[in-house]
């Protein structure tokens, strides 16, 4: 049996074939969707055939390039849109080493998560992500570490953030146990191009100090 990829996490069976139905139904060539979430047409292939499992990051940009949410691309589809989001049915999923539960509604002009960030990400900390939107987070549990731009801000249990995701940024969890964290983001479409975690181009991203 083939070992899945250094940093590939647990398996997400059914995410592989949905990528490359949206991506077709898009318009998409694998060239053309690669270059607009920074990622090189290879990696973006073994995305598309499980042989790589996107982080978090990752997905919330595939999911704006194709115009849908994470929860879509998951194939958690909401029933009838209901606006009741009951903690039963929040069940956890994992990518890239963070785990988060859907808080929102599918189908909607933002996205509403609950995250789990666990300490020492490696390469997950080091990586700048910057795209069209805005986003808000609420610290609920542990201590974050949030670089906007230039500027470091150590954020406690109870504190908030709500920024301009063009703005250069980059979340960490700075406490043991990691940080727990509400976390909301707009879909807002853009001809820019979105930078996300996986393999960005060197002129795409930097690591922040």
Avoid: K
């Avoid at 963070?98 to 509604?105: D, K, Q």
């Amino acid at each position: 049996m083939t070992s899945p990829p250094e940093g590939a996490g647990g398996p997400l069976p059914a995410i592989a074939p949905r990528l490359r139905d949206l991506r077709r139904r898009s318009g998409l060539t694998l060239e053309a969707a690669a270059q607009r979430v920074g990622l090189s047409p290879a990696h973006l292939s073994r995305l598309e055939t499980g042989h790589r499992q996107p982080s978090l990051p990752m997905l919330l940009a595939l999911a704006r390039t194709y115009r849908t949410t994470v929860s879509d691309l998951l194939g958690e589809v909401a029933p009838e849109r209901d606006p009741i989001i009951r903690a039963d049915r929040m069940e956890a999923s994992e990518a890239g080493g963070w785990t988060y539960w859907r808080a929102g509604g599918s189908a909607r002009a933002m996205q509403a998560l609950r995250v789990h960030v666990p300490m020492h990400q490696s390469r997950q900390e080091d990586l700048v992500r910057v795209h069209p939107g805005e986003e808000w987070l609420y610290v609920m549990r542990g201590r974050l570490r949030l670089v906007l731009g230039e500027s470091a801000h150590l954020l406690e249990p109870g504190d908030a953030a709500h920024y301009d995701s063009f703005t250069p940024h980059r979340i960490s969890a700075v406490s043991a146990g990691g940080a727990e964290l509400l976390f909301v983001h707009t879909l807002i479409q853009s001809g820019a191009v979105e930078l996300c975690l996986g393999e960005p181009a060197p002129h795409e991203w930097r690591a922040m100090p």
